[in-house]
């Protein structure tokens, strides 16, 4: 086979994986060496499914000797499958570096053989481009679960980022759908990475997973519970969410041609961020009596619905922690508003004038004392003139494959 068809092959079947984006790690250039890794991480182009491709996204091959029921490259499909060698895998990265074509790689694999042998296949990988290539660039590797420690550990000094994917959100869909897999095998290499971090403060590596949505019968609930506990436990920076495109006919999963949920999908990165980024616990966001997000609004804003008697907010006196709870104020609308008000109160024009759009934070506001709204606006209104407020045309970049991407953008 050649490395055109083999290319073609792994490429391909890397698609679903979509916990690739860089860690914003910084590695110099080296006297002699190629590549660097920039402050701000590395730049994104993304592709026609919404990924990244800025890095060269392969798997190492799509051999496997698991039967994971919701993956193409289970052993039990009848698929075409590829191998590369170490050798093949660093050639491409640096060829195709060297022609400004990639700024680094990504590289995951099926289980070949075994776990250590397919570990020790990336290992060899990396240190061909680390060392004989000195290579600089960006790399992200899948860890695989299950290897011995030696090998993990010596793919942690190679790497930018690491990633192992726990895929089904509870440890019964993963018995069922899964069966070589546990969430403690799963999470071992992250947990050696986080050990790893903290032992070498000057090389702290990244670390992400990737959870599949609406394959199983999980709510937002539990999923967001995992992902807080996640980013508490296991240091890790980013949790992906990959909306389940049915890819076999299996029992127990969504039938072929069911639609991925994309805007599941879209509110569970929205919420995700209001967790790390807003201060929101995720049982603010989803609780037992409504445990998955409301898709017609984003959650910032569901939430302030629920939470009506809180408002409205002052402008001028809240605390930052305040501000960034009113829906349609963002982070950078709030600090521009910190800002401002330190020399005088502002008014309704300031607002305006500092590029902060009234439509959705009038109704949860006042400035100066004053509402911007009928005082007599109850949640069954706000709701309905929210919801006939005109949506932006759908964003191009998040469509994936054929499916259309209904969602609405914008500060939360
Ligand atoms: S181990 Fe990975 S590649 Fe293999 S079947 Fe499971 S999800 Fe697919």
Not at 24 to 29: A, D, E, Q
Not at 157 to 182: C, H, M, W, Y
């Given at each position: 086979m050649t490395i055109d068809e083999k290319l073609t092959i792994l490429t391909d079947s890397a698609k679903y994986d979509v916990s690739c984006s860089s860690s914003g790690s910084v590695r110099t250039l080296d006297f002699g060496g190629v590549g660097s890794v920039a402050n701000g991480g590395i730049c994104h182009a993304y592709s026609a499914d919404?990924?990244?491709?800025?890095?060269?996204?392969?798997?190492?091959?799509?051999?496997?000797?698991?039967?994971?029921?919701?993956?193409?490259?289970?052993?039990?499909?009848?698929?075409?499958?590829?191998?590369?060698t170490p050798e093949e895998v660093a050639g491409l990265t640096i060829n195709f570096y060297r022609r400004n074509m990639i700024e680094g790689l990504f590289l995951s694999s099926g289980i070949i053989s075994s776990e250590d042998h397919t570990m020790r296949l990336i290992l060899k990988t990396l240190r061909l481009l680390r060392h004989t290539y000195r290579f600089n660039g960006y790399i992200h590797v899948k860890l695989i679960p299950g290897a011995s420690e030696d090998l993990i550990i010596e793919t942690l000094t190679l790497a930018d980022r690491v990633s192992s994917n726990i895929e089904l959100p509870s440890s019964q869909s993963l018995a069922l759908l899964a069966p070589d897999k546990t969430r403690e095998k799963?999470?071992?290499?992250?947990?050696?990475?986080?050990?790893?971090?903290?032992?070498?403060?000057?090389?702290?590596?990244?670390?992400?997973?990737?959870?599949i949505i609406g394959a199983t019968p999980e709510s937002d609930l539990e999923i967001l519970r995992l992902s807080t506990s996640?980013?508490?436990?296991?240091?890790?920076?980013?949790?992906?969410?990959?909306?389940?495109?049915?890819?076999?006919?299996?029992?127990?999963?969504?039938?072929?041609?069911?639609?991925?949920?994309?805007?599941r999908e879209h509110r569970l990165y929205q919420?995700?961020?209001?967790?790390?980024?807003?201060?929101?616990?995720?049982?603010?966001?989803?609780?037992?009596?409504?445990?998955?997000?409301?898709?017609?609004?984003?959650?910032k804003?569901?939430?302030?619905?629920?939470?009506?008697?809180?408002?409205?907010?002052?402008?001028?006196?809240?605390?930052?922690?305040?501000?960034?709870?009113?829906?349609?104020?963002?982070?950078?609308?709030?600090?521009?508003?910190?800002?401002?008000?330190?020399?005088?109160?502002?008014?309704?024009?300031?607002?305006?004038?500092?590029?902060?759009?009234?439509?959705?934070?009038?109704?949860?506001?006042?400035v100066g004392g004053k509402l911007l709204i009928d005082r007599s606006m109850d949640y069954q209104q706000?709701?309905?003139?929210?919801l006939s407020l005109p949506k932006p045309p759908p964003s191009a970049q998040p469509t994936l494959f054929e499916y259309f991407y209904p969602t609405v953008m914008g500060e939360l």
């Amino acid at each position: 086979m050649t490395i055109d068809e083999k290319l073609t092959i792994l490429t391909d079947s890397a698609k679903y994986d979509v916990s690739c984006s860089s860690s914003g790690s910084v590695r110099t250039l080296d006297f002699g060496g190629v590549g660097s890794v920039a402050n701000g991480g590395i730049c994104h182009a993304y592709s026609a499914d919404g990924r990244c491709i800025s890095l060269l996204k392969i798997l190492f091959t799509n051999y496997c000797i698991y039967d994971c029921a919701y993956c193409v490259n289970r052993i039990g499909n009848d698929i075409r499958r590829a191998a590369f060698t170490p050798e093949e895998v660093a050639g491409l990265t640096i060829n195709f570096y060297r022609r400004n074509m990639i700024e680094g790689l990504f590289l995951s694999s099926g289980i070949i053989s075994s776990e250590d042998h397919t570990m020790r296949l990336i290992l060899k990988t990396l240190r061909l481009l680390r060392h004989t290539y000195r290579f600089n660039g960006y790399i992200h590797v899948k860890l695989i679960p299950g290897a011995s420690e030696d090998l993990i550990i010596e793919t942690l000094t190679l790497a930018d980022r690491v990633s192992s994917n726990i895929e089904l959100p509870s440890s019964q869909s993963l018995a069922l759908l899964a069966p070589d897999k546990t969430r403690e095998k799963v999470l071992q290499p992250l947990t050696m990475a986080k050990n790893y971090s903290l032992e070498h403060q000057k090389h702290p590596i990244g670390m992400s997973t990737q959870l599949i949505i609406g394959a199983t019968p999980e709510s937002d609930l539990e999923i967001l519970r995992l992902s807080t506990s996640l980013y508490k436990k296991t240091m890790l920076k980013r949790v992906y969410y990959s909306a389940y495109i049915p890819i076999n006919n299996v029992k127990n999963l969504p039938s072929l041609g069911t639609p991925p949920p994309l805007l599941r999908e879209h509110r569970l990165y929205q919420a995700d961020w209001l967790i790390r980024f807003y201060g929101f616990g995720y049982n603010e966001i989803v609780d037992e009596a409504a445990p998955n997000l409301d898709e017609r609004f984003d959650p910032k804003l569901s939430w302030a619905l629920r939470n009506l008697h809180l408002f409205p907010i002052e402008i001028n006196t809240a605390d930052r922690e305040t501000l960034l709870r009113i829906p349609g104020l963002g982070v950078r609308g709030v600090d521009k508003i910190l800002k401002a008000r330190r020399f005088r109160p502002l008014n309704v024009y300031d607002l305006e004038t500092m590029k902060i759009s009234l439509k959705r934070l009038r109704y949860f506001v006042t400035v100066g004392g004053k509402l911007l709204i009928d005082r007599s606006m109850d949640y069954q209104q706000i709701q309905t003139e929210l919801l006939s407020l005109p949506k932006p045309p759908p964003s191009a970049q998040p469509t994936l494959f054929e499916y259309f991407y209904p969602t609405v953008m914008g500060e939360l």
